[in-house]
T-cell receptor, first 110, second 116 residues
């Protein structure tokens, strides 16, 4: 049972490049979340989804887009990366109780 | 306004002693859930304990207990008999509403260091 899997684990982007982070969960959870973690700021919610085909904005959505075409997958896109998006990104899923987290993606934008 | 406030950026505790990590929350919902997570230096997020707003008893999980004071809107984590492996970042979180459909808000965390 893999739980929540994030791809890739590490990535370096140049300013202006685009990329997609993939999150996959095998627990049949309805709810999925994307967070970013920055030093001293805890985890801040970027976008979330309450089910297949639905997404909603969190606290810091600017510069990111998401899609949930399949229940098990939640994609986070950066259309034009900026140095301010250098961070560790966590995906999580939930059935309504505690959230289960992926191992994180360390993204550096130079 | 911050949904979750953790006022202790860092805490130290002697091995085998107990320690309390503070968490206050802000919500107007009647139904909500409170969580504590541990993040060791390896980076993964580990769920520790959960308290529902309607739960009358404080939650306990092994050496972890949650001191829930609803009127004060506080949900402090108590770790008893600290071990060296407890050294980590600890995050308090809150989910508002009946389901996980609403945002899951996190605090800024407390870094706990256990001293041998």
């Amino acid at each position: 049972n893999a739980g929540v899997t994030q791809t890739p684990k590490f990535r370096v982007l140049k300013t202006g490049q685009s990329m997609t982070l993939l999150c996959a969960q095998d627990m049949n959870h309805e709810y999925m979340y994307w967070y970013r973690q920055d030093p001293g700021m805890g985890l801040r919610l970027i976008h979330y989804s309450v089910g297949e085909g639905t997404t909603a904005k969190g606290e810091v959505p600017d510069g990111y887009n998401v899609s949930r075409l399949k229940k098990q997958n939640f994609l986070l896109g950066l259309e034009s990366a900026a140095p301010s998006q250098t961070s560790v990104y966590f995906c999580a899923s939930s059935y309504g109780g505690e959230a289960f987290f992926g191992q994180g993606t360390r993204l550096t934008v130079v | 306004a911050q949904k979750i406030t953790q006022t202790q950026p860092g805490m130290f505790v002697q091995e085998k002693e107990a320690v309390t990590l503070d968490c206050t929350y802000d919500t107007s919902d009647q139904s909500y859930g409170l969580f504590w997570y541990k993040q060791p230096s390896s980076g993964e997020m580990i769920f520790l304990i959960y308290q529902g707003s309607y739960d009358e008893q404080n939650a306990t999980e092994g050496r972890y207990s949650l001191n829930f004071q609803k009127a004060r809107k506080s949900a402090n984590l108590v770790i008893s008999a600290s071990q060296l492996g407890d050294s980590a970042m600890y995050f308090c979180a809150m989910r508002e509403g009946e389901t996980g459909a609403n945002n899951l808000f996190f605090g800024t965390g407390t870094r706990l260091t256990v001293i041998p």
